[in-house]
């Protein structure tokens, strides 16, 4: 898939937080051969420098980084997060969360609008974590988003695809554009789900992270992602109210 | 002068960011940083004065999802 003029192999993504060790996380982007992972910013201990392991540890992986802006909640703040993230990843890819309220870490869809456009004009390529409402696909295209990245479901929550739907009509309104579930993806049936309907990539986190073998989950979602794949480009039939017999029913014995 | 360096209550000597970074034990460190809610490039933390009571967020790379 091609995203802001990269081609990208994988359409699996993958998200670094809560493996159970670094090394756990570095077997499983390998084995998956997942070529974009997300990561963070935090706050630096002088005494600690965690984030120096860490920043050694993504270098080591070989792969595309799409530092995120989560725990923002206001435009402000996504703003400053995003340029800290430019200068201390390189990358002027950015995933842009502006969340709502806590209970649901649901995108706060007029902020996320506003930050896309100063990001923009700023020069970054913003990856907008959004809601699957049309409305706000369309704002956040014109603000010059060239990849939307809808949610599945609240985020960790493992619920898979609550609105098919919407993922649905919003797929269908803009066929172009390349376009990510990311958030509540469970199981790897739920990232099959996503992809057959035409989704470009899925990006799983926490799904993999607290799997009890998080490499074969990993892998189990990589074979969802190129199954639901291939099965978009072969055309799923249409579903049908009532049966249909599949044998032929011309020559059928005992009928006159 | 006291600062809030990462939602700490610090006490520093230095007058520039770049130099409350070394006096803080950020020597080295691959961070970025912010002043009052807004990002200050490491270019410009040399010249960047700090003032009493200012909020400095030091930032580095961290797992996400």
């Not at chain 1, 540890?57 to 799409?66: E, I, K």
């Amino acid at each position: 898939m091609r995203v802001y003029d990269v081609e990208l192999a994988s359409r699996l993504w993958l998200g670094t937080s809560r493996y159970p060790s670094p090394a756990v996380l570095a077997e499983v982007v390998r084995g998956a051969g997942c070529d974009l992972v997300t990561v963070s910013l935090r706050r630096e201990s002088a005494a600690q420098r965690a984030g120096q392991d860490f920043w050694a540890l993504v270098g080591g992986l070989g792969v595309r980084v799409l530092p995120n802006t989560a725990g923002c909640h206001t435009v402000k703040e996504a703003v400053a997060t995003a340029h800290m993230a430019r200068e201390v990843f390189g990358t002027t890819w950015i995933k842009l969360e502006v969340i709502g309220e806590g209970e649901l870490l649901q995108p706060e869809v007029f902020g996320l609008v506003e930050a896309a456009r100063i990001l923009g004009e700023d020069g970054f390529r913003v990856f907008p974590y959004t809601t699957a409402d049309l409305g706000v696909a369309e704002r956040l295209l014109d603000a010059g988003c060239r990849v939307l990245m809808p949610w599945g479901a609240p985020i960790g929550s493992g619920r898979g695809l609550v609105d098919p739907f919407a993922l649905r009509a919003l797929r269908a309104r803009f066929p172009s554009v390349p376009m990510v579930v990311d958030a509540g993806l469970g199981l790897p049936s739920h990232a099959a789900a996503a992809m057959e309907l035409g989704f470009d990539a899925v990006l799983a986190n926490t799904a993999v992270a607290l799997a009890a073998d998080p490499a074969r989950m990993a892998a189990a979602f990589a074979d969802a992602v190129r199954a639901g794949h291939a099965a978009h480009a072969a055309g799923p039939m249409p579903p049908r109210d009532f049966a249909e017999p599949s044998t032929p029913v011309v020559g059928q014995a005992w009928r006159p | 002068m006291r600062l809030r360096v990462n939602g700490e209550s610090r006490d520093v000597a230095a007058g520039t960011l770049a130099a409350a970074l070394e006096e803080l034990g950020y020597l080295g460190a691959h961070v970025a940083t912010a002043v009052n809610g807004a990002f200050v490039p490491a270019s410009a933390r040399a010249a960047w004065p700090l003032r009493e009571g200012d909020a400095l967020e030091i930032l580095a790379p961290m797992q996400g999802g």
